[in-house]
């Protein structure tokens, strides 16, 4: 029953975290910068998916997922920037900063980065294809938006009560 509890408050919560990090970044940030409303509803879906990625159970678990997004999305805002403001969207580029970013995260003993990294150089490249007047601008807004995702779990995790795992008598 316990752990019941605890899923269910857990689901709730990184729902309604879900919503705020959706609602910031489609809601306030498109007054400060904003390229199009397509771009910022992928925005607070980034965000929001940074929320879902980083949002643990415990604050140390989410502190410690905090860390490997941030670093994931650092890596794959210095390739795609720098990449983006030379060339044009290719598959072919695409492929080699996904290749370089493997490349880079094992090196710095980060493995399970490679990953997120991965992912974060796809979306990014595809997303500026789809608009290549700004494409430069995708990896600074992508990175934006997971802070802002990343954020927000870290603040959920600081408001929510922490699960007593381990005390038998509290888990009925």
Do not use: Q
């Not at 941030?70 to 900063?97: E, Q, R």
């Amino acid at each position: 029953m316990y752990y019941r509890k605890i899923g269910l408050f857990h689901g709730a919560t990184l729902s309604m975290l879900c919503v705020i990090s959706y609602w910031l970044i489609t809601h306030i940030l498109p007054h400060a910068v904003s390229v199009s409303r397509d771009d910022d509803l992928l925005g607070g879906m980034w965000s929001v998916v940074a929320t879902v990625f980083v949002y643990r159970y415990a604050y140390e678990e989410t502190i410690s997922a905090a860390l490997s997004r941030i670093s994931a999305t650092l890596l794959s805002f210095v390739l795609c920037f720098a990449y983006l403001l030379i060339w044009p969207f290719t598959m072919w580029g695409m492929a080699a900063l996904i290749g370089i970013g493997a490349v880079v995260m094992v090196r710095v003993d980060r493995r399970e980065d490679v990953v997120t990294t991965g992912i974060t150089t796809a979306v990014v490249m595809v997303v500026a294809g789809l608009n290549p007047e700004s494409a430069w601008r995708e990896p600074v807004l992508r990175v934006i938006d997971t802070l802002l995702g990343t954020g927000v779990a870290i603040f959920g995790a600081l408001i929510s009560p922490k699960p007593m795992i381990g005390r038998s008598s509290e888990r009925n």
